[in-house]
């Protein structure tokens, strides 16, 4: 077997492999739950220089759909809040509070107050419902296009360099490039499926607290009407005493 052979072989699944690292970033920046590489991008003009928010910050994870953002000084709180918005302008941003304890210079035990952004993923509700299922379809069908396309080109390359092989191995190879393709084609819809769910869950979440809500609402009408009934009979019952 030619030395270029396996060498197309090894590039076409690096390809492959690139194309679904992409569709899977890509996936991770359409924020249903708090994703950590969702933050990579965010860069915070601090002293006229752009500086990675990893940089000027601690970044932990409250829960799947919250972030804490603590600044390593705390006049850089006001540019981080802006380096978040103009990347995430959905994250729903508030200034808190914390009490840590902890020791000072002397080894002494105390009480410190630092102030953190909280970043907090929005609700899928109807309008981001539709938005982050185009944006998915879009990323998929880019993904799903760019690989058949590697495929197409590896072919191309391919057949000129099986000339004089035996049928025997032209067959193996076959079947290694079929394999090959299948599983990152696996791979790019279990990324896709799991995303897909992700939004259903989280807009299914969104629609039950709505109906919730409502409920919840009809409650406290239905209960204030009997209230009003029962204050109105007591004064009628009242009256009627005179």
Same mark, same amino acid.
């Given at each position: 077997?030619?030395?270029?052979?396996?060498?197309?072989?090894? #590039?076409?699944?690096?390809? +492959? =492999?690139?194309?679904?690292?992409?569709?899977?970033?890509?996936? !991770?920046?359409?924020?249903?739950?708090?994703?950590?590489?969702?933050?990579?991008?965010?860069?915070? !003009?601090?002293?006229?220089?752009?500086?990675?928010?990893?940089?000027? =910050?601690?970044?932990?994870?409250?829960?799947?759909?919250?972030?804490?953002?603590?600044?390593?000084?705390?006049?850089?709180?006001?540019?981080?809040? #802006?380096?978040?918005?103009?990347?995430?302008?959905?994250? *729903? #941003?508030?200034?808190?509070?914390?009490?840590?304890?902890?020791?000072?210079?002397?080894? #002494? =035990? %105390?009480? *410190?107050?630092?102030?953190?952004?909280?970043?907090?993923?929005?609700?899928?509700?109807?309008?981001?419902?539709?938005? +982050?299922?185009?944006?998915?379809? +879009?990323?998929?069908?880019?993904?799903? /296009?760019?690989?058949?396309?590697?495929?197409?080109?590896?072919?191309?390359?391919?057949?000129?360099?099986?000339?004089?092989?035996?049928? /025997?191995? %032209?067959?193996?190879? *076959?079947?290694?490039?079929?394999?090959?393709?299948?599983? $990152?084609?696996?791979?790019?819809? *279990?990324?896709?499926?799991?995303? %897909?769910?992700?939004?259903?869950?989280?807009?299914?979440? $969104? !629609?039950?607290?709505?109906?919730?809500?409502? +409920?919840?609402?009809?409650?406290?009408?239905?209960?204030?009407?009997?209230?009003d009934y029962s204050t109105h009979s007591m004064k009628m019952g009242s009256?009627?005493?005179?």
């Amino acid at each position: 077997m030619k030395k270029a052979v396996y060498i197309e072989f090894d #590039q076409y699944g690096e390809e +492959l =492999s690139g194309h679904c690292a992409r569709f899977a970033y890509r996936l !991770m920046n359409f924020c249903v739950k708090a994703e950590e590489v969702a933050l990579l991008p965010i860069e915070a !003009m601090i002293d006229g220089d752009l500086v990675k928010l990893d940089e000027c =910050s601690i970044v932990g994870r409250k829960d799947d759909y919250t972030f804490m953002i603590i600044p390593n000084f705390a006049e850089d709180m006001p540019a981080i809040a #802006q380096g978040v918005m103009m990347e995430h302008p959905e994250f *729903k #941003q508030s200034m808190e509070e914390k009490t840590l304890d902890t020791v000072d210079e002397k080894g #002494q =035990s %105390i009480k *410190k107050n630092i102030r953190y952004l909280l970043l907090k993923m929005p609700e899928v509700d109807d309008e981001r419902y539709k938005v +982050l299922k185009n944006g998915v379809e +879009l990323c998929y069908n880019d993904c799903k /296009a760019a690989m058949e396309l590697a495929n197409n080109k590896f072919d191309a390359k391919l057949t000129p360099l099986l000339a004089g092989e035996s049928d /025997a191995d %032209i067959e193996s190879l *076959k079947n290694v490039r079929d394999k090959v393709n299948t599983e $990152w084609g696996d791979h790019r819809e *279990k990324l896709y499926h799991e995303k %897909i769910q992700e939004i259903e869950d989280a807009h299914n979440n $969104w !629609m039950a607290d709505r109906v919730e809500d409502t +409920l919840t609402r009809l409650q406290d009408e239905d209960r204030a009407k009997h209230d009003d009934y029962s204050t109105h009979s007591m004064k009628m019952g009242s009256d009627d005493e005179f």
